[in-house]
């Protein structure tokens, strides 16, 4: 069975860093499009990056073009979500999907920043 496990969320000022991470398990990367989605209270559901792990191909949302960066290590089976210049906008859960014959999801990591 596919399984994601997030990791690297946590409190920053604005203006600063973070990194996350997702770790897939029970399947390789090839033939998935892996991605970030963020809930923050009140909002709906974003969808923050993705990238298509055979191709390369990336996408972002506006709200975080410029600032986010996601990347994957298919020889690590690893997918990351590198967040620079963070606004308190931000803030929210951020969950990990990979998306192929069918979705994945794990279980979230909150990131919160302040302002």
């Known amino acids: 069975e596919v399984q994601l496990v997030e990791s690297g969320g946590g409190f920053v000022q604005a203006g600063g860093s973070l990194s996350l991470s997702c770790a897939v398990s029970g399947s390789t990367l090839d033939g998935y499009a892996i991605g970030w989605f963020r809930q923050a209270p009140g909002k709906e559901r974003e969808e923050v990056a993705c990238i298509s792990t055979s191709h390369g191909r990336r996408h972002y949302a506006d709200s975080v073009k410029g600032r986010f960066t996601i990347s994957s290590d298919n020889a690590k089976n690893t997918v990351s979500l590198e967040m620079n210049s963070l606004k308190s906008e931000d803030t929210a859960v951020y969950y990990c999907?990979?998306?192929?014959?069918?979705?994945?999801w794990g279980q979230g990591t909150q990131v919160t920043v302040s302002s």
């Open positions: 999907y990979a998306r192929g014959a069918r979705d994945y």
